[in-house]
Every structure is written in C-alpha cells, then in structure tokens.
C-alpha cells in the first residue's frame, strides 16, 4: 500500500499521530525525489 494511501486512511480513521509520522515519511521521500542527484544515491 502506497504512503499516501496509508495516509489517507489514517487520517479517514482518526489516527492522527500515525497519519503525522506517514506525511513526514511521505514529505522524506518526496524531498528525495525533487532533489537533483539524490535519487541516484549521492550525498550532499
């Protein structure tokens, strides 16, 4: 299941802290993508 399913349904079920820790997870790997090089395993 996709994070932003996951997400989707915590917040639907009124799972707050849980629906928090998966939008920072989602937020991580979308930063990750929109970062030149980092999808390719580079560092900073």
Same mark, same amino acid.
């Given at each position: 299941? *996709? =994070? /932003?399913? $996951?997400?989707? @349904? !915590?917040? +639907? !079920? %009124? $799972?707050?802290?849980? +629906? !928090? *820790? =998966? /939008?920072? $997870? =989602?937020? &991580?790997?979308?930063?990750? /993508?929109? @970062?030149?090089?980092? !999808? &390719?395993? %580079? *560092? +900073?």
């Amino acid at each position: 299941m *996709t =994070l /932003r399913k $996951q997400l989707s @349904e !915590a917040i +639907a !079920a %009124e $799972q707050y802290e849980k +629906a !928090a *820790t =998966l /939008r920072d $997870q =989602l937020m &991580h790997v979308e930063k990750g /993508r929109s @970062e030149p090089g980092r !999808a &390719h395993g %580079e *560092t +900073a």
